[in-house]
């Protein structure tokens, strides 16, 4: 059984920061690439930031210079450290890990985790 957990989330000034994590765990063999994702009452869901197997990584152009994806292979994480944040970031945020399990390969979804920029 493979699970996928977010946290992290929760309500936050105009310019403050916050950190996301999000852990797989199970019968996992490795993970390939990771991804954060974002959606707004009444959007749709956005792509935010992704980072491959290797470490390269990439941004929506909204975030660049004020989110950093990193991830920690040993521990199955990806996180997301959000800076300088603003009302607009408001939304709830999913991880998205394309997992490699035995005998196949599949993406799995954390269950999103609110984060609310607010004075």
Do not use: H
Not at 12 to 17: K, M, Y
Not at 61 to 85: E, H, P, W
Not at 103 to 115: K, L
């Amino acid at each position: 059984q493979v699970q996928v957990v977010e946290s992290g989330g929760g309500l936050v000034q105009p310019g403050g920061s916050l950190r996301l994590s999000c852990a797989a765990s199970g019968s996992i063999l490795s993970i390939n690439g990771m991804g954060w994702y974002r959606q707004a009452p009444g959007n749709q869901r956005e792509w935010v930031a992704g980072i491959t197997s290797g470490g390269r990584t990439n941004y929506v152009d909204s975030v660049k210079g004020r989110f950093t994806i990193s991830r920690d292979n040993a521990k199955n994480t990806v996180y997301l450290q959000m800076d300088s944040l603003k009302p607009e970031d408001t939304a709830v945020y999913y991880c998205l890990m394309n997992l490699r399990l035995l005998g196949r390969t599949s993406d799995y979804w954390g269950q999103g985790t609110q984060v609310t920029v607010s004075s």
